[in-house]
């Protein structure tokens, strides 16, 4: 077994102000060629790493196509736990981290149900100063207007009320600080 650890972004800051890097941990199973990543980070809310995203790669699950086959990918899209959809940047001047999220359990898709993640994980609502300078972060980072990254976002959302089976249950977005 092969395994390997580094920091990884959002750099957030424990309560205490000292800096509180995420982590990408890396094991690679010789045996299977399986390869599980890890990825925690810092929660300021609990006051310690947690387990954020996880992911089990095996050898014999290899994507051959580019862009892969609609009949593996309608799947995943429309897996209960895709919840919600999102642009999240890592800016490249600030280093820090943003996000905006439009959860799809929301029964009327528009703009006030988007809520945005700052760099420490902070929920804020559509409205709010904080939300617009969240929107003002990931619109500069990938050079549109804000109003540009809603579109794309309730767009996608309705591609995917379109394409997802009646009675689809999904689970509900966390709306709590990180």
């Excluded at 580019?66 to 209960?80: A, F, G, Y």
């Excluded at 988007?114 to 760099?119: D, E, G, M, V």
Aim: glycine share 2%.
């Amino acid at each position: 077994m092969v395994e390997l650890a580094a920091d990884a972004y959002p750099y957030r800051v424990r309560a205490d102000g000292s800096p509180a890097p995420s982590r990408v941990c890396v094991r690679w199973r010789l045996d299977d060629d399986s390869i599980r990543l890890n990825y925690l980070r810092h929660s300021p809310r609990r006051g310690h790493n947690v387990i954020s995203r996880s992911f089990l790669l095996r050898a014999d699950q290899l994507l051959t196509s580019v862009p892969p086959d609609p009949d593996w990918v309608r799947p995943q899209l429309l897996h209960p736990e895709q919840h919600s959809l999102s642009v999240r940047v890592l800016h490249p001047a600030s280093r820090q981290l943003a996000e905006l999220v439009l959860p799809l359990t929301v029964r009327d898709l528009t703009t006030s149900q988007l809520i945005s993640k700052n760099n420490q994980g902070e929920v804020s609502r559509h409205g709010s100063r904080n939300f617009d300078r969240d929107s003002e972060l990931v619109a500069d980072a990938i050079s549109v207007h804000p109003t540009d990254v809603y579109a794309f976002l309730l767009e996608a959302a309705a591609l995917h009320r379109a394409a997802a089976p009646a009675g689809l249950e999904l689970a509900d977005y966390c709306l709590e600080d990180e």
